[in-house]
């Protein structure tokens, strides 16, 4: 009937107080969308939660057991259906608050209703907690919708032309032959009704089967950026290899491109920093706000488990080794779950791969001595400059294979804004990032020379893409200095290595310098806030509207703000619009009245003259707040508090702000 | 016109809008955001919708509950016909010792079951029928013949299907022990069964009744008005001295509903001695079930019409499933005497049974899923009242709050329940017993009901309480149920 997919990991989750608001000691939460298509992979997360020392009593280990079902039985066992989570949980600290969060991808078979059935058991199957409220309906899948809609329409067609004829009939007929006419038509308008009503629904069920818009898939998460701050929506990160700032953009820089011609037509952050030394660790930092251990510090030459690997409360792993577990989660992982697209480009990778090795996500074995670590003529990928094959959260699933792929994936995803990744972190080869002075490969050039070479030709390419021109960005750094270990930004110390230096003495990965390219950056823009690799996730993270990972989530870490995205609105033409004499925005909402306490939709079109003050804009009703689509289109449910009048508000950068209101009744 | 700046009119536009809307409210969210939102998000916002949000304590417009609590009745025996509730009736089969297969079958027109044993729901008896969670043992349990397997249809009952259909019922309410009628309604008073797994009365050689840990005695340790109201035989008197303190002749429930002078928690049971002659008030066989239910009748029909309904709430349970078949295999919850081995578990919990919440808060003709047992109902009243743990029992226990709408408006509108006569019933043994799977003459082992023995065995007169039988005077409301007037 159903069946059971991957596993995104295990996080921990601040503890939820909404345990103990029913007098309820343990809580066990089940999240799954109201209705799912058949045969598509949804999310399902369960959150456990617990007071402190509620779950002492408990025989360990505990585990958390769910299963779809129609209805649920009184117990796991007792429940009869597909099993979507069988997990053994992480014993609890005694005398500790408990808090869990398991995530996973379910599939349904048969359409029909069904319930969330989950149970929170120790070792004797006892039942600390249970949560069998949630339900969803599965629906046909996509073909099927669509085969059930276009049948439905012939039959209405069908029943369209038999009207008209009917009425063409009647118009014509008189007395006894016109009665009966007229009930026929009555008839056939009632079966119309009833075929109308199954298509509507049909409709419906195609729009959860199919996805929005009938296929285009989603696109970004709310971001949770400053005002001011626009959302970058597809973001390129090529990172470069060991210089100092003071060379690569100094005033006589041995790469002008970057160091002149980039800088210049970007915002140029002098003041940015590796977070140590020497590679690995911080490209792992780029990706997971993981601080740097001895291992990754020394660029992991075994490819061994990252042990004991166990999370602190702000989610840093504890421990040494390379391969963090799955507990670990990445910026990637986020991406996934947030059902954003994420792609490593990793170049040379595809290339001379060694037989029995995959061409993509590819790693040494567990425990296995690295075979990457030193550049060959056809081979000059490293898998150190490729963070994202560290983490068993990213490397334990098919999804890997299909997301760090080789660069020359990168031209063809290019080609369309829609097949453009929303997140992309590009690696050159030894050669092109300049690692090696001179290339493995003789004929081709290395340092500075292979760096020029290599942004010469991508930049541009990326720049020329749609997903650039409509709010891209470039973001292009080295990930750790040439000399020097300083830091910035006060980054932490430890846990895991006595000196985040590494090899140098020095709390950091000393100062690199980097520059984002962005049609919503004003060119020549020069920010003198440091920056680091932690706060670069940050931005990204918040770009993306999702929560911090480690580091990532220090206290008083400063993300990239309007001092990088310097221009007002990223869009030029809302930038015209603001001078454009008669220039005009009108905002307009149904239903315009309301009733107190009963919760609705509100339906917003944002009408302007200019184009873009249509699409993007805020719009407020009540303390809740979304953005108009590209139609100017927005959606807000709220269930008024108060009767009285409710003001909605839309504004846009550069735009004429609009308003309206609603009325609440009692 | 600029097909962005204005609603298309189109005909093709009316229906599409029409349908994004209608999208809109089936996914919880605008349509247009459903692509744009995070998974994580629209993951919130549904379970946001979907579940229940109950008030804080304070704000619980909950002033007045009470617990009628019948005995001996499974769900599906009961209940198992009711639209939307997870019940089987016909077409089950069960076997016997010898292995033959019988069917489950409606009992039309026996209303005492007086040619068959009372079913077996003891301890034992039900760990025989949970059968390693089968749930198949119902006629290889004790003396158990074909009654245990018999149902009654909606027209059979008087008065709860009516009550059942238009408040809320509960198709996963367990009992709370996997045992008789004492250890259950221990658990429904203190969530505990001090040990016991039958139907022991608790002499000790201190004195008489358990220690009070009662949620009557934390209620009044906090300054809670409560008050617990029997028919003929006080359950109370288990807890001894105290526990007789509080408690009052159900006719002191009546006249306190009408003047809206009931206790913030008050408990109500029926008159439980007559079973031999099958003239007993509570539903367990042999009595009339019949006169159970123009009792529970009346306990509804004066908590309705009370001035007290309006911030009420009135829980329908009965004590067990009295040896009648279920086909839901009962959970195992912590407890503080439990056992990894099921047979002297006291965290296994016992058969469903029907379960029914009056209140104006209730949903109205609906039937909620989740599991429950007498211990969510003690949580309910710790909840509003900011009462401590009984035990671990109840600390464990899915709060009942969370099967009520606090966000509808309350619907006072009292619907319309009938009012069953009350029937004069034929003592047991008056007829000669039919023929038929274990139809067994009654006439040698008479078996008078277990709390009868509180009565038989001196126990309240020890305590100095002075037995009356429950005649109709004593039992019901209504004086048209006397056989008066009204």
């Keep these: 009937m159903a069946v059971l997919l991957a596993t995104l990991g295990v996080a921990l989750l601040a503890a939820q107080p909404a345990a103990a608001a029913l007098d309820e000691p343990v809580s066990v939460t089940a999240q799954a969308p109201e209705a799912v298509a058949a045969g598509t992979a949804f999310p399902l997360r369960v959150d456990v939660a617990a007071e402190a020392s509620a779950l002492d009593v408990a025989a360990q280990p505990l585990r958390l057991r769910v299963r779809f079902a129609p209805e649920c039985g009184g117990s796991f066992a007792g429940t009869e259906g597909p099993t979507a989570i069988d997990r053994v949980l992480p014993a609890p600290t005694p005398g500790a608050a408990y808090s869990q969060s398991v995530s996973v991808r379910a599939k349904l078979g048969a359409p029909g209703p069904e319930t969330v059935c989950a ?12 949560d069998t409220e949630a339900t969803l309906t599965v629906v046909p899948p996509c073909p099927a919708a669509r085969r059930k809609i276009g049948k439905l329409k012939q039959r209405l067609a069908r029943i369209d032309r038999r009207l008209r004829k009917l009425r063409r009939a009647r118009h014509e007929a008189d007395g006894a032959r016109r009665r009966h006419l007229a009930k026929r038509i009555h008839k056939l308008r009632r079966q119309r009704h009833r075929v109308v009503k199954q298509l509507r629904r049909a409709f419906r069920e195609a729009q959860i089967a199919c996805g929005g818009g009938g296929g285009a898939r989603a696109s970004a998460a709310e971001a949770n950026l400053p005002a001011g701050v626009p959302q970058i929506k597809h973001l390129f990160v090529i990172v470069l290899e060991n210089e100092n700032a003071e060379t690569s953009f100094g005033p006589n820089s041995p790469a002008p491109y970057l160091g002149t011609t980039l800088r210049e037509a970007g915002a140029f952050i002098p003041n940015y920093y590796g977070i140590g030394h020497e590679s690995l660790d911080n490209y792992i930092a780029m990706v997971s706000g993981q601080p740097p251990n001895p291992q990754t510090q020394s660029d992991c030459q075994l490819y061994t488990e990252m042990l004991p690997g166990t999370l602190r409360e702000d989610s840093v792993a504890l421990g040494q080794g390379c391969v963090f577990p799955r507990g670990v989660r990445t910026v990637a992982n986020q991406l996934e779950g947030a059902g954003l697209s994420w792609h490593g480009y990793m170049q040379d990778m595809a290339n001379a791969v060694p037989e029995g090795e995959p061409a993509s996500c590819r790693h040494p074995a567990i425990g296995a001595i690295d075979p990457t670590q030193k550049a060959r003529a056809a081979d000059q990928y490293a898998a150190r400059h490729n963070p994202f094959v560290y983490f068993h959260s990213i490397i334990d699933f098919p999804t890997c294979q299909e997301n760090d792929v080789d660069l020359s994936r990168l031209p063809g995803d290019l080609a369309r ?19 090696d002075e001179t290339c493995a490969n003789p004929a081709l050039p290395g340092g500075f020379a292979g760096i020029e070479a290599f942004l010469r030709e991508w930049v541009p390419r990326i720049e020329a893409s749609a997903a650039y021109r409509d709010q891209g960005a470039i973001f292009v750094t080295f990930d750790e200095s040439a000399s020097g270990a300083s830091s910035c930004c006060n980054e932490p110390a430890g846990p895991n290595t006595p000196n985040n230096g590494g090899p140098e003495y020095g709390s950091g990965g000393g100062r690199v310098g980097a520059v984002m390219l962005s049609p919503c950056i004003e060119p020549g823009t020069v920010t003198q806030t440091p920056y680091n690799h932690y706060a670069f996730l940050r931005w990204s993270e918040d770009d993306f509207g999702l929560p911090h990972l480690a580091y990532a989530g220090a206290a008083g870490l400063k993300p990239f703000g309007s001092d990088v995205f310097a221009k007002p609105g990223c869009d030029p033409e809302a930038a015209v619009a603001a001078q454009k004499a008669g220039a ?14 009963k919760a609705q939709h509100f339906r917003f079109l944002l009408r302007s003259n200019v184009a873009a003050c249509r699409r993007g804009a805020l719009v407020r009703l009540a303390g809740h707040r979304t953005r108009t689509n590209r139609r100017g289109r927005a959606l807000i449910r709220i269930r008024p508090r108060h009767s009285g009048r409710l003001v909605a508000t839309a504004r846009a950068p550069s735009c004429k702000p609009a308003a309206t209101s609603v009325r609440v009744r009692r | 016109m600029s097909s962005i700046e204005g609603w298309d009119d189109s005909e093709e536009g009316l229906r599409r809008r029409e349908f994004l809307q209608r999208a809109a409210v089936t996914a919880g969210l605008g349509a247009g955001l459903a692509g744009v939102l995070s998974p994580d998000t629209i993951l919130a916002e549904v379970s946001k919708r979907s579940r229940v949000n109950v008030p804080s304590p304070r704000n619980l417009p909950l002033d007045t509950i009470v617990v009628l609590m019948m005995e001996n009745r499974s769900f599906d025996h009961y209940l198992g016909w009711l639209p939307n509730a997870d019940g089987r009736q016909g077409g089950l089969s069960y076997a016997d010792a010898a292995g033959n297969q019988h069917g489950t079958h409606r009992l039309t027109g026996d209303f005492q079951g007086c040619a068959h044993p009372d079913p077996d729901h003891s301890w034992l008896g039900g760990r025989q029928q949970l059968d390693g969670g089968r749930m198949d043992g119902f006629l ?7 009654f245990s ?3 009654y249809a909606e027209q059979d009952l008087p008065f709860i299907p009516a009550v059942a259909r238009s408040f809320t019922t509960f198709d996963r309410f367990f009992c709370s022990l996997l045992a008789s009628t004492y250890p259950n309604r221990e658990y429904m008073h203190a969530a505990q069964s001090y040990g016991m797994i039958d139907n022991t009365l608790p002499l000790s050689p201190t004195g008489l009744g358990f220690p009070d840990t009662t949620i009557f005695a934390a209620l009044a340790a906090a300054g809670v008005s409560n008050r617990y109201f029997y028919t003929d035989i006080p359950v109370s008197a288990l807890w001894g001295a105290p526990g007789l303190a509080r408690s009052g002749q159900v006719q002191e429930y009546y006249e306190r509903c009408a003047t809206g002078t009931l206790p913030a ?19 367990h066989p042999h009595g009339d079930v019949r006169l159970g239910q123009a009792f529970m009748a009346d306990v509804v029909h004066a908590f309705l019409e009370s001035p007290q309904f309006k911030r009420g709430a009135l829980f329908i349970v009965y004590d067990e499933w009295g040896g009648f078949f279920d086909h839901v295999r009962p959970p195992r919850v912590p407890d503080d005497r439990a056992n990894a081995d099921v047979n002297q578990d006291f965290g296994q919990m016992g058969i469903r049974i029907p379960a029914v919440l009056v209140s104006p808060y209730a949903r109205r003709g609906h039937v909620d899923h989740n599991i429950y047992g007498f211990e969510s109902i003690l949580k309910l009243i710790r909840y509003r009242f900011g009462l401590p743990p009984l035990t671990l029992r109840d600390k464990y226990a899915r709060n009942i709050a969370r099967s009520f709408d606090f966000e509808a408006k309350p619907n006072y509108e009292v619907p319309h329940l009938p009012d069953p006569p009350q029937i004069v019933s034929q003592a047991c043994g008056a007829g000669a017993p039919p023929a038929g799977l274990g139809g067994q003459a009654l006439a040698g082992r008479p078996k008078e009901h277990d709390l009868a023995t509180l009565h038989t065995s001196g126990y309240l007169e020890r305590l100095g309480f002075r037995y009356r039988a429950a005649t109709p005077g004593r039992t019901f409301r209504h004086p048209s149920k006397l056989g008066l007037k009204p």
């Design chain 2, 149 to 151: 397997i018999g149902y």
């Design chain 2, 140 to 146: 290889r349990s004790g003396e158990n013949d074909a």
């Design chain 1, 584 to 597: 005009w925005t009108h905002l307009r909402v149904r239903p315009r009245k309301a009733v107190r306490g």
């Design chain 1, 417 to 435: 804004a829609r097949t453009t990744p929303s997140y992309s972190f590009i690696t050159p080869d030894l050669c092109s990032d300049g690692h």
């Design chain 2, 265 to 283: 928690v008050s408990f109500v049971d029926p008159a439980f001695n007559g079973e031999e002659q099958g003239t007993s008030g509570d539903e």
């Design chain 1, 119 to 130: 149970f929170l058991e120790d070792a004797a199957e006892r039942q600390f907690a249970t």
